[in-house]
């Protein structure tokens, strides 16, 4: 009877229209949940959005500014808070759609009285790495946990599967227009892929018990070599790309040129040094704390690019 009433919850997602938001509408909905609301500013994204859920209210709105949007939380019994800005060349836009969206979005809730909020932030805040990223996420965390409203928050390492733009979707559709697919260095940057499927599953399960000031650390369970992860998708996808190794400093060189030409490039060079940063992350349970099994790597890859409904969706940036 919970799990019924439950469906009939009001839930908002922030910054909805993205990688996790787009899985996470479709995991809600198969679960019997009809009162869903996304807030995002991308409009081509809220547009796919709604061609595929015409169902689910889309509100296109800034949450970096004050404004009517912030009604949209009346009545919520949770919130999901899932805006971030993960790449870009300007300090400000971190600032920006990290910390004051995350200021807004959380004065919305409290205003509201929303009871609850699962606040996905990402494994980068234990990362060695030092970046506008990863300090702007810090920053989103601090906010959550002292807003006084009940909640949980999830850290996730890099993420793929449907509607990925940045990621692995991203790198599966240039490998497919290139005869030729570059590899910064030797490619032997260990990551730990998590597969957003699972990670939205996880995130249904929060809002079920609502765990509150719960902090967990949501890693891929197989390591994997950035290398070896191109090769996977080249076989999956029947790439015929070349995977070539390229020196790093030429690797960094063709990332700012490329920077020169595009405001808003889809890989950056403060990407590039993450990516060569050696983290390892702590791998706790999720699989018993949540009762979600996991994927695995292959099968996650092939739903990911052969699904007939959702796997040639491509978001914007």
């Known amino acids: 009877m919970q799990g019924d009433q439950q469906a009939q919850d009001k839930i908002v997602l922030f910054g909805g229209a993205g990688l996790v938001g787009q899985n996470l509408v479709v995991l809600l909905k198969q679960q019997g949940h009809r009162q869903i609301v996304v807030v995002d500013k991308h409009s081509s994204n809220i547009a796919i ?21 912030q009604n949209a939380t009346q009545g919520a019994a949770a919130a999901v808070m899932l805006q971030a800005q993960i790449g870009g060349e300007v300090e400000r836009e971190f600032q920006r759609n990290n910390v004051d969206a995350t200021q807004y979005a959380v004065e919305a809730c409290r205003n509201s009285g929303v009871p609850y909020i699962v606040h996905i932030s990402s494994s980068v805040v234990q990362s060695k790495a030092r970046d506008w990223y990863t300090e702007s996420k810090k920053a989103q965390e601090r906010i959550v946990a002292e807003s006084g409203i009940p909640h949980c928050i999830l850290r996730p390492t890099l993420m793929f599967g449907w509607f990925d733009r940045k990621h692995l979707g991203w790198l599966s559709r240039f490998m497919q227009k290139v005869p030729v697919f570059p590899i910064p260095g030797s490619g032997r940057y260990m990551r730990q892929p998590l597969y957003a499927k699972d990670f939205c599953r996880i995130l249904l399960q929060c809002l ?10 949501i890693t891929g369970c197989e390591k994997i070599d950035y290398v070896d992860i191109i090769r996977e998708i080249k076989q999956v996808i029947g790439a015929r790309a070349v995977i070539l190794n390229v020196p ?25 040094a993450a990516l060569v940063t050696s983290d390892e992350f702590a791998v706790i349970p999720w699989w018993d704390i949540f009762g979600v099994t996991p994927t695995p790597f292959q099968q996650a890859l092939q739903e990911t690019f052969h699904d007939p409904t959702y796997s040639k969706v491509v978001l914007d940036f």
């Open 49 to 69: 959005l709604h061609r595929l859920h015409p169902d689910v209210s889309a509100i296109e709105a800034d949450i970096a500014e004050p404004g009517a949007w």
């Open 208 to 217: 079920k018990a609502r765990p509150d000031g719960a902090v967990y650390n």
């Open 248 to 272: 790093y400093a030429l690797f960094w060189l063709l990332l700012r040129i490329v920077a020169l030409f595009n405001p808003n490039p889809p890989f950056t060079t403060r990407q590039l």
